[in-house]
C-alpha cells in the first residue's frame, strides 16, 4: 500500500476526508492550530497545511480496495496524477508530517507576536504605534506605547490593532 494524493474542492477537505473514511480508505489531512481573528476575537482553529489537498492510502491488484469511488466521493475534485500514473507520496513524507503535527499540538501560530511593531486603529488611540505584549484574556490585549516618553500599557480589543509597516 502507498500513500497518494487528493485535490479537493474548495474548503471541503475535511468534508472529503470524512466521507472517504465512511467507504474504508485511510485518510491523512494534516492540520496546524493558528490564532485567527474572529468576530473581534482572538480564536485558535486548525488551519490545512496543504489547503485542497489530502493524502490517502490505497493498494494495487485484485485484491486492493477499487479507486474508482474516489473521484465521486463528495468533497473530491480528482486524484493526483502526472500523465496517466497516480501521484505517489513517499511513507517517509506521511510519518514526517505527523510527528511535525504532533509535537506541534497545544502550539498555535499567534497572531501578533512578542515585541512585534503594532498600530491602534481605534480612538483614543488611533494610528500611534506601539509593541504588542500579550494577550489579557479572550477579548483584550496589551499594548506598550509611548506617552511624554514613558512606556504605557493600554489594553485593546485585538480588532484594534494591525502590524505596523
Known sequence: MHWYLVHTKRRLEKCAQENLERQGYQCYFPTLPSEKLRQGLLKVSDEPLFPRYLFIRLGQGDSAKSWAPIRST??????????????RVDDGLIELLRMHEA????????????GERVCLTEAPFAGIEGIYQLADGERRVMVLIEILSKPVAVRAAPASLRKAS
Open 74 to 87: 463528495k468533497g473530491v475534485s480528482r486524484l493526483v496524477s502526472f500523465g496517466i500514473e497516480p501521484a
Open 103 to 114: 509535537s506541534l499540538q497545544g502550539e498555535s501560530a499567534r497572531l501578533f507576536k512578542l
